[in-house]
Nanobody, 123 residues
């Protein structure tokens, strides 16, 4: 069955870095875009980044220049490298499979989600 498993979250000081991983199984990653989302307490879930099946990347304005999404289809894994982390990046981070090859409107085209991983940025 389709599964997405996130890992790599944790506690980091402001200005620090983390790399999240999204390990996919049960489907061929090559044929799908993958999105990263986050949800902070009391806030709505927001799209953070997306990578198309061909490697085209998209970022929310709030993370542009600090986060980098990448994929390794041979390892069935998508990564989110997060640098220069800020306290406002604190949230539960999820990856999700996007229906189709591309990222346009990816927030409304997801079908499978991982269980999420907590990222806390605090001194």
């Amino acid at each position: 069955q389709v599964q997405l498993v996130e890992s790599g979250g944790g506690l980091v000081q402001p200005g620090g870095s983390l790399r999240l991983s999204c390990a996919a199984s049960g489907f061929t990653l090559d044929y799908y875009a993958i999105g990263w989302f986050r949800q902070a307490p009391g806030k709505e879930r927001e799209g953070v980044s997306c990578i198309s099946s061909k490697g085209t990347t998209y970022y929310a304005d709030s993370v542009k220049g600090r986060f980098t999404i990448s994929r390794d289809n041979a390892k069935n894994t998508v990564y989110l490298q997060m640098n220069s982390l800020k306290p406002e990046d604190t949230a539960f981070y999820y990856c999700a499979r996007v229906l189709g090859y591309f990222c346009a409107a990816y927030g409304s085209r997801t079908d499978y989600w991982g269980q999420g991983t907590q990222v806390t940025v605090s001194s």
